[in-house]
Nanobody
């Protein structure tokens, strides 16, 4: 499971860092990703906003966050992070961390459509104009 922290209410242009500490498993063995669900949108519309595969050395960001968001992991603390800079009002969402052994970072829709091994409960981020 994940222990999540970070999030909150910020203004447009601000930065936030979200954290998910893994408990009961090692992140080293998993691809990690962050998803978000915008207000009023169904779960199936969750958007993948970052993914990291340490084995194949792949990091993926969609155009909507490229250059502003950065995913990382810390092996020493078994924690994954999402650094979000220059936040915009349309970044407002509940953000979820996720980990999976087999899914690809190049197809985050599969994670949403078919599920993933481990899923965080969500961290609310609100960006005011």
């Amino acid at each position: 499971q994940f222990v999540e922290s970070g999030g909150g209410l910020v203004q447009s242009g601000d930065s936030l860092r979200l954290s998910c500490a893994a408990s009961g498993f090692s992140l080293d063995n998993y691809k990690i990703a962050w998803f978000r669900q915008a207000p009023g949108m169904p779960a199936k519309a969750r958007e993948g906003v970052s993914c990291h595969d340490s084995r194949d050395e792949v990091t993926y960001y969609p155009d909507s966050v490229k250059g502003r968001f950065a995913i990382s992991r810390d092996a020493a603390t078994n924690t994954m992070y999402l650094q979000m800079n220059n936040l915009k009002p349309n970044d407002t969402a509940v953000y979820h961390c996720a980990a999976d052994r087999d899914r690809s970072c190049m197809d985050l829709r599969e994670w949403v459509d078919f599920g993933m091994d481990i899923w965080g409960k969500g961290i609310r981020v609100t960006v005011s104009a």
